[in-house]
């Protein structure tokens, strides 16, 4: 088992930025990738970004350029610095941890709400 727990969800004014991190704690050592997704209301759970073990990592277009993630294989956390922040961002951020084996975990949530 893997347990998840998100944190530095909160207010901001667009074009200003957060951070969220996700701190894993478990069975980690079989974590694989890691990755953040976004849940707006009324819409569907997208991708946001997602980090390998080894460091790669892939972007939503739509993120790209704004977001960055990295993660800690020591510290067992991954974070998202999140810049220029824009309304449309405004979601219930998710991560998710993926074994080895394709077994999936996921955070409870933190809320982002980016005003205009």
């Known amino acids: 088992q893997v347990q998840l727990v998100e944190s530095g969800g909160g207010l901001v004014q667009a074009g200003g930025s957060l951070r969220l991190s996700c701190a894993a704690s478990g069975s980690i050592f079989s974590i694989n990738a890691m990755s953040w997704h976004r849940q707006a209301p009324g819409k569907q759970r997208e991708l946001v970004a997602t980090?390998?073990?080894?460091?790669?990592?892939n972007y939503a277009d739509s993120v790209k350029g704004r977001f960055t993630i990295s993660r800690d294989n020591a510290k067992n956390t991954v974070s998202l610095q999140m810049n220029s922040l824009k309304p449309e961002d405004t979601a219930v951020y998710y991560c998710?941890?993926?074994?080895?084996?394709?077994?999936?975990?996921w955070g409870q949530g933190t809320q982002v709400t980016v005003s205009s």
């Open positions: 980090i390998t073990r080894g460091g790669s990592t």
């Open positions: 998710k941890g993926m074994t080895f084996y394709s077994v999936q975990y």
